[in-house]
């Protein structure tokens, strides 16, 4: 499993469509679509994620989550909530991950494992 993290806008989507060279109609938005596409871009939408059932079906998927962590912490209690909870999730991706990007002005930067051994 792959995982690209970087704020909204930063590139993250296209990067890893031209890196691998797939089309935008193999990207999954849900959970139920991920077991069986190659991308699953909007990960910070589902911050209680069964990590485990998705890798176990899709071992070798790239997952895409926007950086919720960064900038003014929300007034309200459900906000940061959900900021935590999907802080916690890319903290345990990141863990099981063999490779971690991190996307800025549409520049990747490797935290974790080889850029070098994209598909």
């Known amino acids: 499993m792959i995982l690209i993290i970087g704020g909204a806008a930063q ?8 890196k691998t060279g797939y089309s935008p109609d193999q990207v999954a938005h849900t959970p139920e679509d991920a077991e ?7 990960v910070e939408g589902w911050p209680e994620l069964d990590e485990e059932a998705l890798l176990a079906a899709n071992p070798d998927i790239i997952l895409i989550c926007d ?3 960064c900038g003014v912490v929300p007034m ?6 959900w900021r935590e909870a999907v802080g916690r999730l890319c903290c345990r991706l990141a863990a099981r ?3 971690v ?9 490797t935290l974790k494992g ?3 051994t994209w598909n």
């Open 76 to 81: 309200d209690p459900a906000q940061r909530a």
């Open 67 to 69: 950086e919720v962590g």
């Open 101 to 109: 990007e991190r996307m800025f002005c549409g520049l990747s930067m």
């Open 97 to 99: 991950a063999e490779r």
């Open 36 to 42: 069986h596409l190659p991308i699953f871009d909007g």
């Open 114 to 116: 080889d850029s070098s």
């Open 11 to 18: 590139g993250k989507l296209d990067y890893v469509l031209r």
